[in-house]
């Protein structure tokens, strides 16, 4: 029997209301997913849901029979972040994603999951980290799926030192976390100082979009972070991604038409639809942005290739 | 009043070529850094860097004068051929190097494994901001100094370098990345090449100029960065500092085109005990790297004497302000992160 493609749905990386955020976890505990990352990855200024929030939440979404696993944050500053890092390493019953070295610093010796921002670009590393105890592993973005197959080989997964072979957890729709700053962007643009920033991030759901001077959609502006405006779809390599051995998709949250992006995940992925229906129904969304699969593919990463 | 400075901090100067080697050390740096003519090193461009043998020449030149080289091996190995980044690893070892800068644990690995005495900083590349993440590079590797990202500002500085047993190296001038090192990706994006992936930002190869009514646009790959009208200066489209709308303005959305120099600060630094401080621009001029080293030279040495009690306060010397001004990207300097003007 073909092994199912779990679907994990990642970290938020917007700013959404406390309401919109429980709403929105309400209708992915009755999706397809099969895993959900929680927690506040991008600025420490965000405070609508504390981590005793999100742990409550995670609580719930178990309870509905989703596996959850704890994000930390992105960059790591102030002693406040520390904290809060070592407030989520100390508690056991999440599985949590190391964002950075401090995370795998606290984290080490235990099961855990690399996030695409751990700089991970072959063999070697993924084997240093999976000595660490690293379960599962989300390539950074700009990997090719060939290159992917070469670091974590499915014939010869790297394991941890319990001999569990490492996951391959492949980014496989959204816009892309690209690169992250101490300074706010959604700040700058508003003409006003981080510290006093009015959480202006809470009006763009999903995100702020940077044109070119001459109209074309580029970047998105979220806060400390810079998004590609183009969404990351891999809807259409499921050969490829099972040749490279990726046992989980993850799909990144937008505001707009979610559920439906996971029903078709989970349609083309796990229930035998063909991938051409799957990315007709996509582009009739009305998504935020173009689809892109560049980095898949060994190109710029905002290419697409049918 | 004299706060009598617990150590001087090292001088270390770029050097792309074996000329601004020479230039960097007569300059009076305390030690130069270099890469290799490839991708294993994050200035990856045609022209720039040393082979083997213009590396040997550097090392004896700096040697015989009481200066470091260190060696910059500070992009990521790549899956394909990871033998490259071990080969430069053993090459570091081969020339003399005083020591070696790296991101990348696998390379980190091999060295501990295979030259146990190569002495390991920690690239910018590697994107420590916090002293729990310093710390697990020092645990596990043995890295004995790390290069602090051009994100954090003076107090995070400064908590960092207090729970650190480890030296901590800053930046002093240069070109700013607004982003934190290692984890940007705004190139690859548009080029498929990214500073991870291949050691460069915005790569010359995928930039186009095209003049249009007067004006020049710029463009990297298809992306249109930049503007400039017939008087306007016109500045490299390192894609960050390109402008942009947003919400229909036209604006420089992420960065303005300024450079970052901390020498205002030079008395901070070194009362929190810095151990080194860096200048950027291996791929700028030898006349560049020349210049910009004797100002931070003379600076260093002036406030170090001045913490000593010797020759009054100490002051940014006007001389100082205009050479390094002249050599700023725009022209303009900035405190960058460090006193975050925009927090």
């Given amino acids: ?306 | 009043m004299t706060v009598s400075y617990a150590r001087k901090p090292q001088l270390v100067c770029p050097a792309g070529s074996l000329r601004a080697l020479q230039l960097a050390v007569n300059a009076g740096a305390d030690a130069v850094y270099m890469g290799l003519k490839d991708a294993t090193n994050a200035r990856n461009f045609a022209g720039l860097n040393f082979d083997l043998e213009q590396a040997r020449e550097g090392v004896a030149h700096a040697h015989a004068k009481g200066a470091q080289v260190l060696m910059a091996l500070n992009t990521f190995a790549r899956a394909q051929e990871p033998e490259r980044w071990w080969r430069a690893v053993d090459l570091a070892v081969e020339m003399g190097a005083d020591a070696l800068i790296c991101a990348d644990t696998a390379v980190m690995a091999y060295a501990c494994r295979e030259h146990p005495q190569l002495r390991l900083h920690l690239s910018v590349q590697a994107s420590a901001t916090s002293y729990e993440a310093i710390e697990f590079y020092r645990e596990h590797y043995g890295i004995q100094r790390a290069v602090l990202p051009r994100v954090l500002m003076l107090s995070h500085v400064g908590h960092v370098l207090r729970n650190s047993s480890v030296e901590i190296e800053v930046f002093g001038f240069g070109s700013l990345c607004v982003m934190v090192e290692g984890r940007c990706a705004l190139s690859s994006y548009v080029t498929g090449q990214s500073p991870n992936n291949a050691g460069v930002c915005s790569p010359p190869s995928a930039v186009r100029w095209v003049d249009k009514a007067g004006a020049v646009q710029v463009r990297l790959g298809e992306v249109l960065i930049d503007e400039f009208g017939p008087t306007e200066p016109r500045g490299y489209p390192t894609l960050c500092k390109g402008r942009f709308a947003v919400d229909g303005v036209r604006d420089y959305a992420l960065e303005d085109p300024t450079s970052l120099n901390s020498m205002a600060l030079l008395p901070e630094l070194m009362a929190m005990g810095i151990a080194a401080i860096k200048i950027e621009g291996r791929q700028r001029s030898a006349a560049y790297v020349e210049q910009v080293t004797r100002v931070w030279r003379a600076a260093i040495d002036a406030c170090f004497a001045a913490g000593n009690g010797q020759g009054g306060r100490f002051a940014v010397q006007p001389q100082w302000a205009a050479t390094l001004a002249e050599h700023a990207e725009g022209q303009q300097v900035t405190l960058g992160a460090y006193s975050r003007p925009w927090r």
Avoid at chain 1, 66 to 81: C, H, P, R, Y
Avoid at chain 1, 167 to 182: C, D, I, K, Q, Y
């Fill in chain 1, 1 to 306: 029997m073909h092994e199912r493609m779990a679907l994990t749905i990642g970290p938020l990386q917007y700013h959404w209301s406390r309401n919109d955020v429980t709403a929105f976890y309400a209708s992915m505990a009755d999706s397809a997913a099969d895993c959900l990352v929680l927690g506040e990855v991008v600025c420490a200024r965000r405070r609508e849901l504390k981590l005793a929030d999100w742990l409550a939440l995670a609580g719930e979404l178990r309870q509905a029979g989703k596996e959850v696993v704890l994000a930390t944050q992105t960059l790591i500053e102030s002693e406040a972040d520390l904290r809060l890092l070592r407030s989520q390493a100390e508690q056991h019953e999440f599985l949590v994603e190391a964002n950075d070295a401090s995370a795998l610093q606290l984290l080490q010796g235990r099961p855990f999951v690399l996030s695409p921002h751990i700089n991970i670009y072959n063999q070697s590393a993924l084997q240093q980290h999976a000595a660490l105890g690293a379960t599962r592993w989300v390539p950074p973005l700009e990997l090719d799926l060939a290159t992917v197959a070469l670091i974590n080989p499915p014939s010869a997964p790297v394991c941890n030192p319990q001999g569990q072979a490492v996951e391959t957890e492949v980014f496989a729709f959204g816009r892309m976390p690209l690169a992250f700053s101490a300074r706010c962007f959604t700040a700058r643009h508003h003409h006003l100082n981080k510290d006093e920033c009015q959480y202006r991030c809470l009006d763009d759901p999903d995100g702020l979009v940077l044109r070119s001077t001459e109209g074309q959609d580029f970047l998105v502006l979220n806060g400390t972070q810079t998004q590609s405006a183009g969404i990351h779809c891999l809807l259409g390599q499921a050969p490829a991604l099972g040749a490279a051995g990726v046992q989980r998709l993850r799909l990144s949250p937008c505001s707009r038409s979610f559920a439906e992006v996971v029903y078709q995940f989970e349609q083309v992925f796990n229930q035998g639809q063909d991938a051409e229906s799957g990315l007709d129904a996509l582009h009739a969304l009305h998504l935020p942005g173009p689809l892109v699969n560049g980095y898949a593919l060994n190109q710029a990463g905002m290419a697409w290739q049918d």
